[in-house]
């Protein structure tokens, strides 16, 4: 499968997942939008289809996390999805190192949105999968640690349009790179 079609793979899942977002507050994950008044979930279960190891691939994931910062639900249901695939995948204990650098998108994911309790969750479970697999840790999430320290001094909502300015049908030639 080329980097194209993992990443536009991925778009796909989540964009048709979007409409599977509740506004309920008693079961999943919970996300506070902007406005810091409305709590949204999705249902649990809902898993990743694509392959994780598109996150092992930086210009898969570089353009998936760019994609993210495009929509606060498209950033929300990717952040679930993956975390659901891997809550099931340590039920029967088969994570993996690119399970790994799927977490760890997530979190920056959830940083980039300024979801630093959820970021918090996702950290210590990555850090205990690491630990218990004996996998490596992603150089992303030491990133992403440097940006949950600086979370009060750092303007996430102008780096994230910023971002997508800076990248704009820049960083998506890099697919075509096999």
Known sequence: MSKRDLYYG???????????IKPDTTKGYI???????????LPEGVLLKSPTSAFADYAVRDNVLTKAMESEEFA?????????????K???????????????SANQVSVMW???NLSSVISALTHELIE???????????ITNKLMEA????????????????????IIKELDNE
């Open 151 to 170: 979370r009060n001094h750092f303007p996430f909502a102008e780096t994230r349009q910023q971002l997508l300015k800076d990248f704009d049908n820049t």
């Open 90 to 104: 340590t039920k029967d204990k088969s994570v993996t190192q690119d399970d790994i650098e799927a977490l760890v």
């Open 31 to 41: 996300e506070t939008v902007q406005t810091g008044t409305t709590t949204i979930t």
């Open 114 to 116: 300024e979801q630093f």
């Open 76 to 88: 929300f249901v990717l952040i679930n999805k993956i975390g659901n695939t891997v809550k099931a």
């Open 132 to 142: 218990e697999y004996g996998l490596k840790e992603p150089s992303l999430n030491k």
């Open 10 to 20: 991925i778009v796909a899942e989540v964009e048709a997942d979007i409409s599977l």
